[in-house]
């Protein structure tokens, strides 16, 4: 086991120091860069991830006194909710009730992304907006209701909190951001991109395996199966 340590511990030293000289300009073959090993567990991890993706050393906590470091975080930060604004099936959610307060209105958070009344795109009777931390009516102009309002939503999640697809691929997306920004290399920024658009491929795997897409549609709260041709073989 001590020996397996080491042999890891040695591995990622010559990684690191393969990502430094590659950055600085010297040749280095691209398959040494292909395998950074990713933790994604929590937002420091990324941070790291991120940061040995453009040949710094790891952080043991998060200092935004450090410039770089802050700029990084903010980078992650921005991907994130990038990434979460384009509504996926984990972070949307429908039938979900808005009370009324005491005034009429109603108070929205800063984890909602988007909203829409449910099914209103069969009848467009309100366009809803946030306005003011309250949700307004755009075609009625007015921010006061006299009844709770039913709302699909797309939510805002902590980073943590969210599949490791997604997780992975914002790193990427944050990873050639930071490449961009920061180091004047374009075949790293270019790796990096390439990492991004995998990781991009295996997000969407992950979505349509979860949320069960189907190009015909279904009614809500109905079964539907596909046509499946191979059962007309069955005797």
Same mark, same amino acid.
């Given at each position: 086991?001590?020996?397996?340590?080491?042999?890891?511990?040695?591995?990622?030293?010559?990684?690191?120091?393969?990502?430094?000289?590659?950055?600085?300009?010297?040749?280095?073959?691209?398959?040494?860069?292909?395998?950074?090993?990713?933790?994604?567990?929590?937002?420091?991890?990324?941070?790291?991830?991120?940061?040995?993706?453009?040949? $710094?050393?790891?952080?043991?906590?998060?200092?935004?006194? %450090?410039?770089?470091?802050?700029?990084?975080?903010?980078?992650?930060?921005?991907?994130?909710?990038?990434?979460?604004?384009?509504?996926?099936?984990?972070?949307?959610?429908?039938?979900?009730?808005?009370?009324?307060?005491?005034?009429?209105?109603?108070?929205?958070?800063?984890?909602?992304?988007?909203?829409?009344?449910?099914?209103?795109?069969?009848?467009?009777?309100?366009?809803?907006?946030? #306005? %003011?931390?309250?949700?307004?009516?755009?075609?009625?102009?007015?921010?006061?209701?006299?009844?709770?309002?039913?709302?699909?939503?797309? #939510?805002?999640?902590?980073?943590?909190?969210?599949?490791?697809?997604?997780?992975?691929?914002?790193?990427? #997306?944050?990873?050639?951001?930071?490449?961009?920004?920061?180091?004047?290399?374009?075949?790293?920024?270019?790796?990096?991109?390439?990492?991004?658009?995998?990781?991009?491929?295996?997000?969407?795997?992950?979505?349509?395996? $979860?949320?069960?897409?189907?190009?015909?549609?279904?009614?809500?709260?109905?079964?539907?199966?596909?046509?499946?041709?191979?059962?007309?073989?069955?005797?």
């Amino acid at each position: 086991m001590l020996v397996l340590l080491v042999m890891l511990h040695l591995v990622t030293t010559i990684q690191l120091t393969l990502n430094l000289l590659f950055i600085r300009g010297l040749r280095v073959p691209l398959f040494f860069m292909a395998s950074t090993t990713i933790d994604l567990d929590t937002e420091l991890s990324a941070v790291n991830s991120i940061l040995g993706a453009i040949g $710094q050393s790891p952080l043991t906590t998060l200092n935004f006194d %450090n410039p770089e470091v802050a700029m990084i975080y903010n980078l992650l930060r921005d991907a994130n909710v990038d990434t979460q604004a384009e509504g996926w099936h984990y972070n949307t959610e429908q039938h979900i009730k808005f009370a009324i307060d005491a005034n009429g209105r109603i108070a929205i958070g800063n984890d909602i992304l988007s909203m829409d009344l449910h099914n209103n795109y069969t009848k467009r009777s309100s366009d809803l907006v946030r #306005r %003011n931390g309250f949700i307004y009516d755009k075609i009625k102009h007015t921010d006061v209701f006299t009844q709770d309002l039913e709302l699909d939503v797309v #939510r805002l999640y902590n980073f943590e909190d969210l599949p490791i697809p997604f997780r992975r691929y914002i790193t990427y #997306r944050a990873s050639r951001v930071a490449a961009t920004k920061l180091v004047a290399n374009p075949q790293l920024v270019k790796l990096l991109a390439q990492q991004e658009a995998l990781a991009r491929a295996t997000l969407m795997e992950y979505e349509c395996n $979860q949320s069960d897409h189907s190009m015909f549609g279904f009614e809500e709260g109905s079964t539907y199966q596909t046509y499946q041709p191979w059962t007309n073989l069955r005797r």
